[in-house]
Every structure is written in C-alpha cells, then in structure tokens.
C-alpha cells in the first residue's frame, strides 16, 4: 500500500515539474500553431502520438530493468547473508565496515555488535600476532592472503577459524579488505589426533629401533673389550710367573687400555645422540652425516662381511635436523644390511650415491638384497607394512618417510633396481 503511494506522489510530482517546463514553451507552440497547415498540425499530433507510445515503452522496459535490479538485489542479500562463509569488509585501520549474518552468528553476535569495531577484538590472544602480521601483508601485497587463527565467541569460547583476504578500493580510492571465514575447529581436531598418531609411531619406531641398537652396540663393544680383557690378562700372567712388569711395559698397557675405553666413551656417545636427537636445525655436510652413521652401524656391517662403497661428491652445506636424517640414513642402511642377511648372501655391497644439483642433494642407498616384492613394493611407507621375511614393524620406512617429508622438506623414494631396492633421499641445499 505504501509503495503505490510513493509511486502516485512520484508521478504527481513528475507533472508538476513537466507543466513547469512545457509552461515555458507553450506561447512558441503557440505561435507556431497559428501559421501550420491542417495537414502540418494533423502529423504534429501523429507524431507526438507516436512519441507518447514510445515514452510508455520506454518507461515499462525502464520499470522491468528496475524490477529485475530489485530482485538481483534481493538474490545478492540472500547469497551474501546467508552465504556458508563469513564475510567481513574491513578498512585499512581494520574496523569492521560491513558484516554478514552468517559471520555473526559464527561470532554468536548480531551484526550491530561488530559493526564500527576493530577486527581485533574479536581475534583470541593467541593470535593477535598471526592476525597483525597477516592484516599487515594483505595491505602491502596485492594477493590472496591466508592464515589460521582463533576467533573468540560471544561466550568467551573460541573457534578456529581460516581467513582469506585480499584488497580492493572503495569511494575515494579508500583501500578495503575483504575477507571471508570458515570453522575450520573439527578439521584442528583431526590434526591435532593425526600428530599424537605420528608422535605414537615415532614413539613405536624408536623403541624399535632401540632393540636393533643394543645388537650394534654389541659389535662396536666386543672388539675394543676384547683388547681391554687381553691387556689386563697378560699383567695378570705376567705377574703370576714371576716376570718384572717394567713402568714402560705399564705406560704402553694404561695407553693400550685408555684409548680402547675413549673409544667405547665416544661409541656411547654415537648412540645417545641417536635417541636423544637434537630438535635444532644445524649446519652440517652429508659426509658428516654418513661419517657419523658409519660410526653406529660399521662394526656391524663388517661383522657381517658387508662392504659400503661411497661415490660421488658434495661441496655444499646443509641446514637440517642432523639426527634426524641420521636416524633416516641409519634405518636404510640396516634395512639394506638384513635384506642381504636374508638371503645369506656373502661379501655383498651397499652403495651410497651421493649427486649434488643446484638447489638439492641426494642420498641414494642401494643394496644387493634381492630388491622388494612387487607386491609391497606399491605399499611400502603405509604404516605396518614391512618388506622383512623374519620381522620388522613396518615402521621404519615410514617414520623415514615422515622425517624427510615433514622436517627435512625433502623426499624419500624407492624402487627395485639391478639386483637390490633403491631409496633415495632428496635434502634441500642451504
């Protein structure tokens, strides 16, 4: 009813200002009038007649475009408002210009709440720096921008939320951003109950890997103990047959027995560093890496006649969690060691690759192991899966897999190749 009034008092007011103008005009009209033909005043009338008709014409299509830019308009609210997103247009200060009810409602407010208030405030402490720094690159950059942050509710809780934002201009070139938000709170779960898994098979690995170590430290131990007992039983025999043990012949066994326990200090050592790795990236070389590995597993290798040939060079340092591509390289190598053991292969070789590119090293370790069965072959890296006949927990190559993926930001890839299985490792140069 409201709306065909304003329409009535709309059109009044259009023929009040059109008597005004034509007022103006009449005594002209007049006049010419008063010399045109009958014929000249008949076409006159046809003409303004023809005009009236194309006038409504006109004023139905304007009236259809307005109808159609009202229910576009409507369209636009209904998809703007009740969008699955939240949107926000904030100014360069980062006050909240312009709200949707959909991010209200994640905010558990109504929009007049969040309207002419600082973002910000709505940002949980935990996040001011995230939301600062990435408000800040929005403004400098002309991009995309994204990040996760928490979002406090109207309740005190919070959610987490994803963000994208990007820059656009408002009235006087005024910069704006647009943003939009999504809950992303069940997905941080599935995270965070994915990285207690991990941290469990790393757990898993370790212990492992644990029962692998006591054997090798077994092998570096015998020897050097070995030498240790020997030394101490020819004193002891020496002196039970009467024979003068000169302060010479001492200082030599004390030397003898003091360099052997250094040895069997540094090999404890060697593996404490292994199951305590250091959680700071370092710089470091490969042949540091590979030298500090052989220093675990060597005695073990030889023990079992296995022989480790190094090719290739490397003249570039690498930023890395060093223990942790230790414990990589480590696993590959006594994954290479039992697989030659396996089929009782004597004298056979593991190579290490070492091949330097621009931006990357890689480590590639091959044995003569028989390579891997076809059918695990496309599985291997799946937790609990093992190439092992006798054992193996199957998460050796994943956990490897996981390091260099996750904290090294390199690969870890397989295949069969001549008579053996391949892994190669891809480590970001410095």
Request: contains cysteine; negative net charge.
């Amino acid at each position: 009813m409201r709306e065909t009034i304003k329409q009535e008092e709309s059109k009044e007011s259009l023929r009040v200002k059109a008597v005004e103008i034509s007022g103006n005009k009449m005594p002209k009209l007049h006049e010419q009038i008063d010399f045109m033909s009958t014929q000249e005043i008949k076409h006159m009338f046809e003409e303004l007649e023809i005009h009236k008709v194309e006038l409504e014409m006109q004023n139905e299509a304007l009236k259809e475009t307005q109808d159609k830019l009202n229910n576009s308009k409507q369209k636009y609210f209904d998809l703007y408002n009740l969008a699955p997103v939240g949107y926000f247009t904030l100014n360069h200060k980062g006050v909240v210009l312009k709200s949707n009810l959909t991010a209200a409602n994640m905010l558990g407010v109504t929009r007049g709440i969040i309207i002419d208030k600082n973002l910000t405030n709505f940002i949980a402490k935990e996040s001011q720096d995230i939301y600062y720094l990435y408000r800040k690159k929005i403004l400098e950059s002309a991009k995309t921008e994204s990040c996760d942050v928490q979002i406090l509710k109207n309740n005190s809780a919070s959610f987490w939320a994803h963000m994208s934002g990007s820059l656009s201009e408002g009235e006087d070139n005024e910069p704006l951003i647009n943003i939009t938000i999504s809950d992303i709170s069940e997905l941080k779960k599935t995270q965070e109950k994915l990285l207690q898994q991990e941290q469990l098979m790393l757990s898993q690995s370790r212990q492992a890997a644990m029962g692998e170590m006591i054997s090798m430290i077994a092998h570096q131990w015998r020897q050097p103990l070995m030498v240790v007992s020997l030394a101490a039983s020819n004193i002891k025999i020496g002196i039970a047959m009467g024979k003068t043990i000169t302060n010479e012949q001492l200082d030599e066994m004390s030397d003898y027995i003091s360099d052997q326990t250094k040895y069997l200090s540094k090999t404890i050592d060697d593996f404490r560093n292994f199951f305590h790795p250091n959680k700071q990236r370092t710089t470091t070389t490969i042949y540091k890496i590979i030298d500090d590995t052989m220093n675990i597993i060597g005695k073990s290798l030889e023990n079992d006649n296995i022989e480790v040939v190094i090719n290739g060079t490397c003249t570039r340092e690498i930023d890395t969690f060093s223990n942790e591509l230790l414990q990589v390289l480590l696993s590959l190598i006594n994954n290479a060691k039992d697989a030659i053991n396996e089929l009782h292969k004597n004298g056979a070789k593991i190579y290490i690759t070492i091949t330097e590119r621009d931006t990357e090293v890689t480590l590639c370790v091959c044995d003569e192991g028989g390579g891997i069965p076809q059918d695990i072959l496309s599985r291997l890296g799946e937790p609990y899966t093992t190439s092992k006949v006798v054992s193996g927990t199957g998460l050796g190559i994943y956990m490897s897999k996981m390091i260099v993926e996750k904290h090294i930001k390199g690969t870890l890839t397989w295949e069969n190749r001549d008579n053996g299985a391949c892994f190669t490792i891809t480590i970001p140069l410095k």
